[in-house]
């Protein structure tokens, strides 16, 4: 009799553990795909920030080239004792 109590209790706590694994299993994907999709989230919103940087830096570089050109321009000028705008359509 003793061996039937224990038989069935150990089936009782067999399928509770059943049970509280698969309860257990669908929180960790709810985790995962919660997961999921804060990364995605994260990775859009480091994607946006690199392409303002991107563009903010190509806007300098721009800049700078504007600058470089005009001194260059500025310099000929200088170097051939002619205005700005002559040495600027040589």
Do not use: H, Y
Not at 7 to 30: D, N
Not at 50 to 71: H, L, N, Q, R, T
Request: with cysteine.
């Amino acid at each position: 009799m003793r061996k039937f109590i224990f038989a069935a209790a150990a089936a009782g706590a067999a399928l509770s553990l059943a049970a509280c694994s698969e309860s257990t299993q669908e929180g960790a994907e709810a985790t995962a795909e919660d997961a999921m999709a804060d990364t995605e989230a994260n990775l859009e919103a480091a994607g946006e920030e690199i392409d303002g940087a991107v563009d903010e830096a190509g806007a300098e570089i721009d800049g700078a080239m504007e600058d470089a050109d005009a001194a260059a321009t500025a310099a000929e000028a200088e170097l051939e004792n002619e205005p700005v705008d002559e040495a600027a359509v040589d």
